[in-house]
């Protein structure tokens, strides 16, 4: 995904870093793959 | 899940109950009918669970599973 806005202090580097959000990567070391889709989230979507 | 769900609905079902950080939806004939729905916030995902869970969607119930 797009990187979040820079983090400027070490502390929110490493805020960040211990708190960033799961990866495709992670998902999928979790979620099962083969014989699923993963859908794309429409354009008029706005997370709330 | 009902088989014609579009992936927009899905969006807007489960939208509402948090930020999605991504769905998956069966294509396989063992896997076809059910999807899972990834939250941003654990908290969503239970609200979701608790909201849907025996939900009518498109003719038929849906049930909500922790996936763990």
New interface residues.
């Given amino acids: 995904g797009a990187a979040a806005p820079g983090p400027s202090s070490r502390l929110d580097m490493e805020l960040n870093e211990r708190n960033r959000?799961?990866s495709?990567d992670d998902?999928d070391a979790i979620?099962?793959k083969?014989?699923?889709?993963?859908?794309?989230?429409?354009a008029s979507?706005v997370?709330? | 899940m009902p088989f014609n769900v579009a992936?927009?609905d899905?969006?807007d079902l489960f939208?509402?109950y948090?930020?999605?950080?991504?769905?998956?939806?069966?294509?396989?004939p063992?896997?076809k009918g059910t999807a899972?729905v990834?939250y941003?916030d654990i908290l969503d995902a239970r609200n979701a669970c608790e909201h849907l869970s025996g939900f009518n969607v498109g003719g038929r119930y849906i049930t909500v599973l922790y996936?763990n």
């Fill in positions: 959000f799961m495709d998902l979620l099962p083969d014989g699923y889709r993963i859908i794309n989230p429409p979507y997370p709330i | 992936d927009d899905l969006y939208g509402k948090g930020a999605i950080r991504q769905i998956r939806v069966g294509t396989a063992d896997t899972y990834v941003e996936y």
